[in-house]
């Protein structure tokens, strides 16, 4: 049984800091992309960041880029994404996502999905 649990996630003040985490298991996680979305009341799930298998390849989406920072730890099954400057309209829902192989920014490419974090950022 595949599990995706992010943590991580809170209240903090606009230009801050926050370090978000997703530990993987049921799954060998080195063989699979993994990405981080995101989900604003009312709005689509939208694409955030993702990160090849090794971790040698990274993309972010123009709203992010600069400020984020994705990456992963294959010896402990572990996605993060470090998010800098966090601005109000960066409150959300942020969730951890895995796919097969080759990363992808659409999340209907995604096969296992973890519960969700809620961001929020004042202003």
């Known amino acids: 049984q595949v599990q995706l649990v992010e943590s991580g996630g809170g209240l903090v003040q606009g230009g801050g800091s926050l370090r978000l985490s997703c530990a993987a298991s049921?799954?060998?996680?080195?063989?699979?992309?993994m990405g981080w979305f995101r989900q604003a009341p009312g709005k689509e799930r939208e694409f955030v960041a993702a990160?090849?298998?090794?971790?040698?390849?990274?993309f972010y989406a123009d709203s992010v880029k600069g400020r984020f920072i994705i990456s992963r730890n294959n010896a402990k099954d572990t996605v993060y994404l470090q998010m800098n400057s966090l601005l109000p309209e960066d409150t959300a829902v942020y969730y951890c996502?895995?796919?097969?192989?080759?990363?992808?920014?659409?999340?209907?490419?995604?096969?296992?999905w973890g519960q969700g974090t809620q961001v929020t950022v004042s202003s």
């Open positions: 996502a895995a796919r097969y192989s080759r990363t992808s920014k659409a999340p209907a490419e995604y096969t296992y």
């Open positions: 049921g799954l060998t996680f080195s063989s699979y992309a």
């Open positions: 990160i090849s298998l090794s971790g040698g390849s990274t």
